[in-house]
């Protein structure tokens, strides 16, 4: 039998995976095909992107009535809604593509895109918390932290696409060691928090607990942030970083509860996900500065397997979240 509902064909691209699938109107994701990333840089990305479409287009999706309505991307880095251009992915990779006017015209159908993290906050005020919330804020704690504000049902972009990289902020932690960041400073919550961030802080405070039960992997793999949490109740290293990551987190929230005055705070990402750092991180929360937060702090309800794909195919539908 043939799907014969409309769909919305959406591209997530994380550093490791790259997931295409599409969603339906009511925010049903009814295909999904997952491929390998690894990209170097935009351009390179963009080939990886257009050979993966078509093959998705050839064989995952053999059940539909129509073709998708269109293609929405979620990219990691700084993406400019409006025009459709890919900004850069970070500081060192800054090639600028105008990426759907280059896969639209290529696959034939109109496309999007947006940055991962606000594409996610876009699927998450049609389908998840905006449902009950119209000024919340949406925090991504993953690889890297990051976090998308709506007020008044409207996104915050910025004047250059760059709203809510909140992850390079400083949260009054002290991680007992300077910790450098991506961004060019110390100490950013991302370089505490994340699950990069976790992985440098390991490293960086090992050899002060030669004792420690936490395997420091080599040849470039991380530090497993389950095993962390894992040994957290029997291994120092692995309390300390867990307590550290805790408070850097409430104190980020606070830090936007004060910034942005929302009435809910939502947590996405690999991090929190499994909700062993979220009754640690709800402790620290000061309930004074929490006071209007009167819908509370809760993690996604959207399948985190699935929130990036959700994100990127709400961006395929192209509604106006933006002031
Ligand atoms: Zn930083």
Redesign the pocket.
Known sequence: MKIEALSYLGIDLGGTKLLIGEMDSAGTIISRKQYRSGFLDQTNALQVIEASLEDYLRTGRIQYEKPPQAIGLGLVGRVNNALGIWYQIDARRTTELKITEILGRKFALPCYVENDVRSALKAELLFGCGQQSKDFVYINVGTGIAAGIVSGGHVLQGGHCNAGEA??TRVGVDPGVEIP?????VN?V??VASGSGLDKCARALIHRYPDSILSIPAGGKPVEVKEIFEKSGRDPLCARLVDTAALAVANLIMNLVRTSDPDMVVLGGGVVSDRFLFPKIQAALDPHTMRFVTRGVEITRLDPAYAGLMGACTVAMNREFSN
């Open positions: 992850g390079h960041c991506e961004c060019g400073r950013c991302e370089a």
